[in-house]
């Protein structure tokens, strides 16, 4: 019943920007805080930004000044703009959905992201 799909991946040149989306269901959307998550193989995944219900943002430092994480509750949809995309950017991209007050948490089947060089 519940299902986060993440889009908008693929190969691009450094310096270039990608928006990626996650649409959930089976969820009560505006409840949840979302976030967006990277991983590399061999490296355990880790949190690139997130949004809570009242619109406050969390960046890792890597991720600052050149992302941008965003929601849009009508459509059950959180982005991703990814802009000045450096090669250390690749990874597979993850959609989280977590309920912190019952300890519920969701993911997306991830989409990649490659940064040629």
């Known amino acids: 019943q519940v299902q986060l799909v993440e889009s908008g991946g693929g190969l691009v040149q450094p310096g270039g920007s990608l928006r990626l989306s996650c649409t959930a269901s089976?969820?009560?959307?505006?409840?949840?805080?979302m976030g967006w998550y990277r991983q590399v193989p061999g490296k355990q995944r880790e949190l690139v930004a997130r949004?809570?219900?009242?619109?406050?943002?969390s960046y890792a430092d890597s991720a600052k000044g050149r992302f941008t994480i965003s929601r849009d509750n009508a459509k059950n949809t959180v982005y991703l703009q990814m802009n000045s995309l450096k090669s250390e950017d690749t990874a597979v991209y993850y959609c989280n959905a977590e309920r912190t007050l019952w300890g519920t948490k969701y993911w997306g089947q991830g989409t990649q992201v490659t940064v040629s060089s």
């Open positions: 089976g969820i009560i959307f505006a409840q949840y805080l």
């Open positions: 949004i809570f219900s009242g619109g406050s943002t």
